[in-house]
Every structure is written in C-alpha cells, then in structure tokens.
C-alpha cells in the first residue's frame, strides 16, 4: 500500500541547532516533493519544492534532499529559532496529477531557546 | 488581493443537519482544492476544481459530499446529513495550475464540529 511517513513524535532541539526532519515513501513515484509549515489553527504554507531530478535544494535557512532510491527527503532548518516552532509536512505530487497533494502526517518541532 | 479566504472560520452543528462551506481563492488562480483534516494528521485530498469542471474526487468524498464552482471563482463545499465523523478541518487551497509542480496556497480553514 501506499504511504507517506513522518516522524509523528515532536522533535525538540536548542535554538542554533540543526533540525533535520525525515520524510519517506513507499509504493510512490513522485514527480514532487514540497515541504509546507502549519501553525496551530492555521493552514499549511509553503516552503520548498523539489524535482525528482534535483538532489538538493536551499531557500536561506532551509535545505532538502531527495533520494529517490531510498525513497527520502530530509527537511533541515539550520541555525534554528524558537519562531522556527511549527509542524511540517511533507507532499507527493505524482506527475499529470492536477497538482494534487498527498501529504504525510507531518512532524511537530519545538526549538527552546 | 490578500490570499485565500474562508467562511465560516468555525462551525458548530448537530448531526443529520446540512452545512456549506464557502471559499475565495486568489483571483488568477484556475485550480481549487479541498482538503480535509483531523488532528494530528495530514491534510487529506478530497476534490479540485480546474476552472469550473471538477476534474477529481477522492474516494474519501461520499455522497454526503459535493462542492461546485460555479463561475470558476469561488468554491462552495456541502455536507448533508451530517455525522460525528464529519468533524475536521476543511481546508481550501489554490494554485495556478502550472504544468511542472505547483505551490499550493492555503486558506485558513472553516473548522466543523458536529455533535
């Protein structure tokens, strides 16, 4: 069967750490992976896309990966924030699928000052 | 234009009653998406709208379910007979439909309570 899997346990770090975030698939093949950050009571909003033919991609403090052999993307914020606080998610967009999102179930970080 | 917008915010009904949810998109936007969400989940795929054909429907929308967009700008959702299961958030989204992946933006959710 399909599915989408994030790390469901909260990820606490120090502020000024790395946070790297895991996200893995199975059963797909993704021609997108985006990251999105949900605060509470709020909808998602996006931060990063990337193809399945690029490796890496940055956006300031933000990095991802793609491995579509292992089938993994890791979402890193570096020189993290106690504001960095949120859910992230990961989406699969599979190609001449009207852009529709298959999102996992995200994973909570909590960065303490 | 400030984004995506949605209403209700919240909704509070008692169960077999119908509700509507309304959303706004970004007015260049052609595509529209419905998600739903529980929490501590994901958002899950419900339909879209390209323009003002709904181009899919998820096998997560029962016939309780039905959204239109009429003129291709806003987008209604419709749950009749509602059930205690129906409580989540419904989120709407928008993007503008472009060939190779597409940003999604997000409106703020009407959240539903059913009794």
């Known amino acids: 069967s399909q599915k989408i899997e994030q790390n469901s346990e909260a990820l606490n770090i120090q502020e000024g750490k790395t946070a790297t975030l895991t996200c893995n698939y199975t059963?797909?093949?993704?021609?997108?992976l985006q990251w999105y950050r949900q605060d509470p009571g709020r909808g998602p909003v996006f931060l990063l896309l990337?193809?399945?033919?690029?490796k890496e991609k940055r956006k300031e403090r933000l990095k991802v990966t793609f491995d579509t052999t292992l089938k993994q993307s890791l979402f890193h914020i570096t020189a993290s924030q106690p504001a960095d606080s949120a859910t992230y998610l990961c989406?699969?967009?599979?190609?001449?699928?009207?852009?529709?999102?298959?999102f996992g179930g995200g994973t909570r970080l909590m960065v303490k000052p | 234009d400030t984004g995506v917008s949605q209403d209700p915010r919240h909704k509070i009904t008692k169960r077999g009653q119908n509700v509507t949810f309304r959303c706004d998109p970004i007015?260049?936007?052609?595509?529209l998406y419905w998600y739903r969400q529980t929490l501590g989940q994901g958002p899950e795929f419900l339909t879209y709208f390209q323009n003002e054909a709904q181009l899919e429907k998820s096998r997560l929308l029962s016939d309780r379910f039905s959204a239109e967009r009429p003129k291709g700008s806003f987008s209604t959702l419709e749950i009749q007979r509602t059930e205690q299961g129906d409580s989540a958030m419904y989120l709407c989204a928008s993007s503008l439909g472009l060939a190779g992946g597409g940003e999604q933006f997000f409106g703020p959710g009407t959240r539903l309570t059913v009794l």
């Open positions: 990337i193809r399945e033919n690029e």
């Open positions: 059963n797909y093949s993704p021609a997108y």
């Open positions: 007015s260049e936007h052609n595509r």
């Open positions: 989406a699969l967009e599979v190609n001449n699928a009207g852009n529709m999102l298959t």
